[in-house]
Nanobody
Framework: QVQLVESGGGLVQAGDSLRLSCAAS????????MGWFRQAPGKEREFVAA????????YYADSVKGRFTISKDNAKITVYLQMNSLKPEDTAVYYC??????????????????WGQGTQVTVSS
């Protein structure tokens, strides 16, 4: 079992930056990926970004490329999502996720082994 604890959400203005963190604990598998999804009110949950833990390769949704950066801290088993140039349409609950690979997280539908509880990000115009 893996536990995921997210932090860093909040209320910001358009153009601001925010960094989300997700710390994993428990029995993390030997080969895995961590990533972020988001769900806006009335919309389906969508993939945002993922990183393959061993290789460090990263993947992004087109809507956040160039603005968001996913990174990891191996020692802390923590993944971060640096969000720059935030827009009102980025407003959503952001969820951390663990899967077998970034491909599993980024596919439609995603194959997610564990979810975090979510953290709210609100961007005002």
């Amino acid at each position: 079992q893996v536990q995921l604890v997210e932090s860093g959400g909040g209320l910001v203005q358009a153009g601001d930056s925010l960094r989300l963190s997700c710390a994993a604990s428990g029995r993390t598998p030997s080969t895995y990926a961590m990533g972020w999804f988001r769900q806006a009110p009335g919309k389906e949950r969508e993939f945002v970004a993922a990183v393959n833990w061993r290789l460090g390769s990263t993947y992004y949704a087109d809507s956040v490329k160039g603005r968001f950066t996913i990174s990891k801290d191996n020692a802390k088993i923590t993944v971060y999502l640096q969000m720059n140039s935030l827009k009102p349409e980025d407003t959503a609950v952001y969820y951390c996720a663990v899967g077998s690979s970034a491909w599993h997280l980024g596919r439609t539908p995603p194959i997610v082994d564990y979810w975090g509880q979510g953290t709210q990000v609100t961007v005002s115009s």
